[in-house]
């Protein structure tokens, strides 16, 4: 098993996800309850998107508490691959292993749409050159409001943490933020669900370059081992 | 003793709840009616004395759990017996 996917109460976008990367990919991946250790040779962990406990308090305030999330820490600070989707990346907020919070969307509606987003020029893994331009990606949340004190979003920009960008924003995001990493690079989080988007009766596979992109240690490695065995 | 925490978005932090409010309390004609915030309140029972120490505990509770300092503001109150 290479990626672990987080399950918690209410996780629901847990098998989209493992589905997206063992079927889709080609990466052994299994599901991981919270109250578990995290599997050691772990590679790279996905924190799914759904409504963990509940969104009671906040979205993600109450799984960031969970058994799991310490070995999540330890592995981020070690240098372990996390990317958060939608609820994921609610819970990395909470958790302080990305900056920010995410807030009410300002139209106060659940936005369930295909929405366009701009990919930004990140670092040598997410950028227009291997993700494309512009990619369509399903959304479904109603708290996808980033929110990040000023200091703090001129910090995010100018270090290129942003990694995709709302064209029309649909919940009132600040700088029309969609996705962003951490400073260090192995921390990865956005509202946008690319495992919704990897099978060709989706509305589009441009969940495809994404999870790629996220996984290129992981796929180049077993591109090296197929090649030399 | 029972304590009472009242989490609030920040003042500095957008609250699209509290405008939908707004416009809403507006709509009803009270057009004197401003600044309209919503937050949450969570009551608890606890053991123990007001001490500077439960007060303390009080605080770690808050700050992370019961709201989140990167968007919210809380302050409590404690009711003997």
Known sequence: MKVAILQFPGSNCDWDAEHAVQDILGIPAARVWHKSPLPSGTEAVIVPGGFSFGDYLRCGAIARFSPIMDDLKSFADQGGQVLGICNGFQILCESGLLPGALIRNDCIEFRCINQRVKVESSNDRFNPEKCGEQLSLPIAHGEGNYRLKEDALEKLESNGQVLLRYIGNPNGSINDIAGIRNEVGNVYGMMPHPERAVEPYHPSRDGLPILKAFLEPILTRSSVEISAS | ?81
């Open chain 2, 1 to 81: 003793m029972k304590v009472s925490v009242f989490v609030s978005p920040k003042t500095t932090v957008l609250d699209p709840q509290g405008a939908a409010v707004e416009q809403a309390i507006k709509s009803l004609g009270h057009l004197s009616v401003g600044g309209v915030r919503v937050g949450k309140t969570v009551t608890f029972e606890m053991e123990g004395e007001d001490t500077p120490e439960t007060r303390a505990q009080i605080d770690r509770l808050c700050d992370g759990l019961l709201s989140n300092p990167v968007i919210e503001d809380y302050r409590f109150e404690i009711e003997a017996g």
